[in-house]
């Protein structure tokens, strides 16, 4: 049978034939579906595990974040040597005048009091224990020092330099005739050539445990080995002490 060309159209644009290519339609779809290629098990099993290895990551990752912050990359080096960092720390101050290379203790004659003096009636025969002294001198003027020898360390210190306090005793000295008494504290470095210091006269007066004495505050310009001499009613009596910087 000869099928014209309008008479395929009307039958391809007729109800019928809209039914039956609907549900052709239909069975290509499902054909199509059927026929898509499933993953072999095996295939699932390793997606399966490779989504659960990520996550894990995952978690390590922002527990680690949490417990000790985010990763510091290491410091770039700047030019010179290869991996050999550059320092953003200036040059070393210079030291005050004086200060330069201080004389080891070791090699400071600091004075260790040999055979200790008993100072006259009406002193205490040792100083008392707390101090850690013995007496060091004669009746006629005297002061406590280290058995072992004077270091001055900790000693408070400003633009001008370090200063301390300097007691000394005698048996010419009466507070009640003398409430300022005429003693003289000068001081020389023996380890360099520096600056020397002198504390003129006069000077004051303590009362404590170890009886009156005379004060003399002392302001020593640098750090070192020190001579300290101290002049009173024409007597002199000098040590050696070492003098720390901090």
Not at 20 to 41: F, I, K, N, V
């Amino acid at each position: 049978m000869n099928i014209s060309e309008n008479d395929l159209h009307e039958l391809l644009t007729s109800r019928a034939s809209r039914a039956s290519l609907g549900g052709l339609d239909e069975l290509l779809d499902r054909a199509t579906r059927t026929s898509r290629p499933q993953r072999p098990m095996r295939q699932r099993q390793l997606l399966a595990a490779s989504v659960g290895v990520t996550l894990l990551a995952s978690i390590v990752v922002a527990i680690t974040l949490l417990t000790f912050g985010p990763f510091n990359p290491a410091p770039s080096f700047g030019p010179g040597l290869a991996g050999e960092p550059t320092s953003s720390i200036g040059p070393t101050p210079s030291p005050a005048v004086g200060d330069i290379q201080p004389t080891p203790l070791a090699s400071c004659p600091v004075t260790v009091p040999g055979r200790w003096f008993v100072p006259p009636s009406g002193y205490p025969a040792v100083p008392p224990s707390l101090y850690g002294k013995v007496w060091y001198g004669s009746a006629n003027l005297w002061t406590m020092l280290s058995p072992t020898g004077d270091v001055w360390s900790g000693l408070p210190r400003d633009a001008a330099g370090l200063t301390q306090k300097t007691l000394w005793w005698s048996q010419s000295f009466d507070l009640a005739r003398e409430p300022s008494p005429a003693i003289a504290v000068a001081g020389t470095r023996l380890d360099v050539a520096g600056p020397t210091f002198v504390a003129a006269s006069p000077g004051t007066s303590v009362e404590a445990d170890f009886g009156t004495a005379m004060l003399v505050g002392v302001l020593i310009p640098t750090s070192g080995c020190w001579k300290i001499t101290a002049t009173y009613r024409g007597d002199a009596l000098n040590y050696v002490v070492w003098v720390a910087a901090k």
